[in-house]
């Protein structure tokens, strides 16, 4: 069985036993990741991204540090991104109910409009720092025992599954697991 079934399958049995909402703000540690995670950071600034009030996971972003003036999701910083053209990111999300991660290479880059950033996903970085922190992060992940899986290939709806809540589309096992 891959990885992306195991990831299926969990999700299935976790649906039929309930959620993990509350557990997961009472009980887990926010930044229980960063120590495995914050080594060899030079030239690279850390994001942590987690709420457990909305997410099933721990959430990351790791970006090219092009010395901003301005905190990074301030307008300021948008209006000094799109002067540049772009920036380069890693996402990463480690699953918080299961042993499953993704990481991705991503770039804001100014839209054609030139008012707006639109985010794009990447098959490699012009930033060799990023580029070596993306393999380094999927090595020392992969040693804790966690499993790279495919966010496109978890876009499968759980089976027999009641989800009176929820519009169809938005539920699927990614949304499950990481969301």
Same mark, same amino acid.
Request: negative net charge; glycine residues 4%; hydrophobic residues 35%.
């Given at each position: 069985?891959?990885?992306? %079934? &195991?990831?299926?399958?969990?999700?299935? &049995?976790? !649906?039929?036993?309930?959620?993990?909402?509350?557990?997961? &703000?009472?009980?887990?540690?926010?930044? /229980?990741?960063?120590?495995?995670?914050?080594?060899?950071?030079?030239? =690279?600034?850390?994001?942590?991204?987690?709420?457990?009030?909305?997410? &099933?996971?721990?959430?990351?972003?790791?970006?090219?540090?092009?010395?901003?003036?301005?905190?990074?999701?301030?307008?300021?910083?948008?209006?000094?991104?799109?002067?540049?053209?772009?920036?380069?990111?890693?996402?990463?999300?480690?699953?918080?109910?299961?042993?499953?991660? =993704? =990481?991705?290479?991503? /770039?804001?880059?100014?839209?054609?409009?030139?008012?707006?950033?639109?985010?794009?996903?990447?098959?490699?970085?012009?930033?060799?720092?990023?580029?070596?922190?993306?393999? %380094?992060?999927?090595?020392? @992940?992969?040693?804790?025992? @966690?499993?790279?899986?495919?966010?496109?290939?978890?876009?499968?709806?759980?089976?027999?599954? *009641? !989800?009176?809540?929820?519009? *169809?589309?938005?539920?699927?096992?990614?949304?499950?697991?990481?969301?």
């Amino acid at each position: 069985m891959n990885s992306n %079934e &195991r990831a299926i399958n969990f999700v299935n &049995r976790s !649906l039929k036993d309930g959620d993990y909402g509350y557990v997961l &703000r009472k009980y887990v540690k926010g930044n /229980q990741w960063n120590s495995y995670l914050l080594n060899n950071m030079e030239g =690279i600034v850390f994001k942590p991204m987690t709420s457990f009030e909305y997410a &099933r996971c721990f959430s990351y972003y790791f970006i090219e540090d092009i010395k901003l003036e301005n905190s990074f999701f301030s307008d300021g910083a948008t209006r000094e991104i799109m002067e540049r053209g772009y920036i380069e990111f890693i996402s990463l999300q480690i699953s918080a109910i299961s042993p499953f991660f =993704i =990481i991705e290479k991503a /770039q804001y880059q100014k839209s054609k409009e030139g008012i707006s950033l639109d985010l794009t996903d990447l098959t490699e970085f012009k930033n060799e720092k990023l580029e070596k922190k993306y393999e %380094e992060l999927i090595v020392v @992940l992969t040693k804790q025992k @966690l499993v790279l899986v495919n966010k496109k290939e978890l876009k499968k709806v759980p089976l027999d599954i *009641p !989800l009176e809540d929820y519009e *169809p589309e938005e539920v699927n096992c990614l949304s499950y697991l990481f969301e």
